[in-house]
Nanobody, 126 residues
Framework: QLQLVESGGGLVQPGGSLRLSCAAS????????IGWFRQAPGKEREGVSC????????NDADSVKGRFAISRDKAKNTVYLQMNNLQPEDTAVYYC???????????????????WGQGTQVTVSS
């Protein structure tokens, strides 16, 4: 059974950067598309970014384009989310999950994703 564990969250000032990690274990990681999602208090969980098994294709939500970048390291069974120029509205719990990347991260089907991690908190505040 595939298990995913997020790490790398923390408190950062506006304009700062963080790199989140999504480490996989328990099953072959290479065949899965992996997505990053976030959920702020009182809001729905939203799609952030998604990457193909090869790492050659990815798509990002409009709200993070040009600031966030998703990548994967097959040797380490890990998917990363590099987050730059963070803003207070990026504050949320960030999750990774395996599934089928949607055409638009703004319109993903949660039922298409599984093996959700426990999440890592990102707080952007001065």
């Amino acid at each position: 059974q595939l298990q995913l564990v997020e790490s790398g969250g923390g408190l950062v000032q506006p304009g700062g950067s963080l790199r989140l990690s999504c480490a996989a274990s328990g099953f072959t990681f290479d065949y899965y598309e992996i997505g990053w999602f976030r959920q702020a208090p009182g809001k729905e969980r939203e799609g952030v970014s998604c990457i193909s098994p090869s790492g050659r294709r990815s798509n990002d939500a409009d709200s993070v384009k040009g600031r966030f970048a998703i990548s994967r390291d097959k040797a380490k069974n890990t998917v990363y989310l590099q987050m730059n120029n963070l803003q207070p509205e990026d504050t949320a719990v960030y999750y990774c999950a395996a599934g089928t990347c949607p055409v638009s991260m703004g319109n993903y089907d949660r039922a298409q994703f599984h093996s959700w991690g426990q999440g890592t908190q990102v707080t952007v505040s001065s």
